[in-house]
């Protein structure tokens, strides 16, 4: 049972980070699409919401690549360690069905 708790501890990091990622990708969205709003209000043209919206989504996809790049890592690190100690457990489930206990 002591193998439970690295597994639920990884996939409770891989959430938290995955969350976090996220969020910041939102919210850099959201910050540039409050600029697009802003810098079309100060020249006086009117831009619609979703407009703003797409192009700051545009925007934000190579951009989040750069800023949050440590985020992305953990992220990549966590699904690898999540993805290891499934393929781990699985490995020892098929060696126990075929009869081969250790």
């Known amino acids: 049972m002591s ?8 996939g409770r990091r891989l959430a938290k980070h995955l969350a976090l ?4 990708r939102l919210g850099l969205v959201v910050v540039i699409a409050a600029i697009i ?10 831009i619609p919401l979703i407009v703003a919206a797409l192009f700051a989504l545009l925007i934000a996809m ?3 690549l ?6 992305r890592t953990q992220v990549n690190k ?3 360690e999540v993805d290891a100690k499934r393929r781990s457990d699985r490995e020892q489930l ?9």
């Open 62 to 64: 190579p951009l989040s």
């Open 21 to 24: 990622y996220t969020v910041a």
């Open 3 to 10: 193998d439970a708790t690295p597994t639920e501890s990884a």
């Open 94 to 102: 098929m060696t126990r069905l075929r009869g081969e206990d250790q």
């Open 37 to 46: 709003l802003g810098v079309a209000a100060i020249v006086k043209v009117d």
């Open 78 to 80: 966590d699904i690898a």
């Open 66 to 71: 750069l800023l949050f790049k440590k985020l």
